[in-house]
Each structure stands twice: as structure tokens, then as C-alpha cells.
T-cell receptor
């Protein structure tokens, strides 16, 4: 039990669909992250939230829209995605951005047709 | 720019020792991390170095040289369950992790 859960674990969607990824952490952390992991590429940081406020957006396309309603929950809303967006999307949390250790969820394997 | 380099794949024998190297270039530096990721699973934290030297934790050790922008992860007494990808990441001055692409370690009997 990592303390960070993600749903769904697998998602297949068409380019015109709208879907949302959910992340929940049970560790009492104040920072949460969305990463994209593509095969044989480094993890790409997409968004960082600290105390429910977005502190970093690494030039992510607007078809990805994050939402952090409270410090335990993080969503990634998806719309009009492209096939190249197919990847593993990982959520992570840490006590705060400055604390080095991040705890990862199991990820959502996304396939865009 | 910011960059992390590590080998793509390594092979080692059960019971042996393997060293996975990592070089980094970042804007500022707040530490070097190693994570383990088994296929289909989440990355899990292994080690954190911010000062020069060797940190030992059981069969795993991690080394850092800040002046050389270099780190390695040393795995001793290799077991089949150590087959995984090992991710090197450096934290920059904004406390963001810059990740390498990972080293896939294959353990053979």
C-alpha cells in the first residue's frame, strides 16, 4: 500500500472524448504532482500543486486540465487528446515541494485512439 | 539546459555487484535521488544524496560527487527481484525533479 491511489488503472479513449483521471493520497501530504511517463523517456513533470494551489505548469497543452479541490485529491481532466498523449500518467505526493521524497501512485495507462 | 544521463540497459548475474552511473546538469542543485520501478508498477524511493560521499542502505549504496555532477547506485548480492528500472533524478534550485530516462537492469541466473 503506497498511500497514493489512482483510478482508473487503464483507460482507452477516442480523440473526441472527455475523461478524468483521479488521484488520492492518504499520507497527509501538502504537495501533489502529475507526471507523464512515455516508453524509454524521462518522467515529465506536468503540474505541481502545493496546498491546493498550482505552483508549476511546465508548458502543458491546454487539453490537459488539472484540478485540486483539496490537499488529498488531484484530478487531470482530458479532452480532445492526440494519439501521442498515450502514456502512463503518474500521480505523486510529498510533504511539501521542498521535501525530497515523493510517493507515487500506480499510474493510469492511457491509450488514445 | 538541464539534463540527466544514465545507461539505457545493463545486465548482471545473480549474486554479483552492479554499479549504475548517472551524470547530471541542473540549474542549482538540491539533491540526487534514485528510484526503483518494476515493470507496470509505481516508482519507489531508494535513496537521496545531497552531500558528497557514499550512503549505504543494506544491499544498496548511493554515491554523489557534486563537483563532478556524478552519482552512482551500487547494488550488491544481486537477487532476481532486483530486475527493474532504476531512475536517477536531480532536484534543481526550484525544487523540481529532473529525471533520467531510467536504466533497465536485467538479472540473469
Amino acid at each position: 500500500e503506497t498511500g497514493v491511489t489512482q483510478t482508473p488503472r487503464h483507460l482507452v479513449m477516442g480523440m473526441t472524448n472527455k475523461k478524468s483521471l483521479k488521484c488520492e493520497q492518504h499520507l497527509g501530504h501538502n504537495a501533489m504532482y502529475w507526471y507523464k511517463q512515455s516508453a524509454k523517456k524521462p518522467l515529465e513533470l506536468m503540474f505541481v500543486y502545493s496546498l491546493e494551489e498550482r505552483v508549476e505548469n511546465n508548458s502543458v497543452p491546454s487539453r490537459f486540465s488539472p484540478e485540486c479541490p483539496n490537499s488529498s485529491h488531484l484530478f487531470l481532466h482530458l479532452h480532445t487528446l492526440q494519439p501521442e498523449d498515450s502514456a502512463l500518467y503518474l500521480c505523486a505526493s510529498s510533504q511539501k515541494p521542498e521535501v525530497p521524497e515523493q510517493f507515487f501512485g500506480p499510474g493510469t495507462r492511457l491509450t488514445v485512439l | 539546459g538541464q539534463n540527466i544521463d544514465q545507461p539505457t540497459e545493463m545486465t548482471a548475474t545473480e549474486g554479483a555487484i552492479v554499479q549504475i552511473n548517472c551524470t547530471y546538469q541542473t540549474s542549482g542543485f538540491n539533491g540526487l535521488f534514485w528510484y526503483q520501478q518494476h515493470a507496470g508498477e509505481a516508482p519507489t524511493f531508494l535513496s537521496y544524496n545531497v552531500l558528497d560521499g557514499l550512503e549505504e542502505k543494506g544491499r544498496f549504496s548511493s554515491f554523489l560527487s557534486r563537483s563532478k555532477g556524478y552519482s552512482y547506485l551500487l547494488l550488491k548480492e544481486l537477487q532476481m527481484k532486483d530486475s527493474a528500472s532504476y531512475l536517477c533524478a536531480a532536484m534543481d534550485s526550484n525544487y523540481q525533479l529532473i529525471w533520467g530516462a531510467g536504466t533497465k537492469l536485467i538479472i540473469k541466473p
